[in-house]
């Protein structure tokens, strides 16, 4: 069986690491599969997974920090140059655990890694190893109003452009949604852009509704699948339609 390759993709603070977690002990228990976690985020403290390949026992952004004299942004910028560096060492590391599944966890500042060469040049690597799907989380407190959501939806089109992987969108952190068309926004295009078209704010108004209709025209249509690394729900859904993907 060849394994595939899961890549946890959003902002900072979406629950990149905390999903992993929870959604390879799920397939785990439930489909009694072998999971592989690789840590990339050389910035991280604490996991909540055991970690068949963790970028930490290479570098850490604190020693780039020290060493190289640098802040915390650049201590990153310079952890995913070093990434591409070593990539063949890291892949043979990578490739030694045998799994059914590879759930990659990204860098926290998912910026750094999705904008900078660096990025597609690391995920077109694993790419030419496994079938690589990626899996870009939605915060929902980054979608408390219809523009704000346009401008994750941009940044989801724009990751799944930048590394040319298959992209699930998931709303995570599904336990504490308040906003109540939340669902509705995300699933229904002609009602965000509606609901858009409402706020009245001029020029942003005209860019986010472009947004929206991007999205349409690029994005296969997909259910909504809200998931909660907290509670454990959906996680059935996503695994359903990472396979559909």
């Avoid at 629950?15 to 991280?44: H, Q």
């Avoid at 704000?148 to 504490?176: E, T, W, Y």
């Avoid at 609901?195 to 249509?221: C, F, M, N, P, R």
Wanted: proline share 5%.
């Amino acid at each position: 069986m060849t394994v595939m390759q899961i890549l946890l993709l959003g902002p900072a603070g979406s629950g990149k690491t905390s999903l992993t977690a929870t959604f390879g002990e799920w397939i785990r228990r439930e489909m009694d599969s072998d999971i592989s976690y690789v840590n990339l985020d050389p910035g991280c403290t604490d996991l909540p997974y055991k970690p068949s390949f963790d970028i930490r026992d290479h570098f850490t952004v604190e020693e780039i920090m020290r060493k190289e004299k640098l802040g915390p942004n650049g201590a990153m910028i310079r952890g995913a140059e070093l990434i591409l560096k070593r990539m063949r060492l890291i892949l043979r590391e990578i490739t030694a655990t045998q799994a059914d599944f590879r759930l990659i966890d990204t860098p926290g500042q998912s910026e750094i890694f999705i904008f900078r060469p660096t990025g597609p040049t690391i995920v077109g690597a694993f790419r030419a190893i496994a079938p690589t799907v990626g899996v870009y989380l939605i915060d929902p407190h980054l979608a408390e109003t219809p523009t704000s959501l346009a401008a994750v939806f941009s940044l989801s089109m724009a990751s799944q452009l930048r590394l040319g992987i298959p992209m699930v969108n998931v709303l995570n952190k599904a336990d504490i949604v308040k906003k109540k068309d939340l669902d509705r926004l995300i699933e229904d295009h002609q009602y965000l852009k509606r609901q858009i078209e409402k706020e009245g704010a001029g020029a942003i108004t005209d860019l986010a509704v472009h947004y929206i209709e991007a999205t349409k025209a690029l994005a296969k249509s997909q259910r909504l699948v809200k998931v909660s690394a907290r509670t454990g729900r959906g996680m059935r859904q996503l695994y359903d339609i990472i396979h559909e993907s």
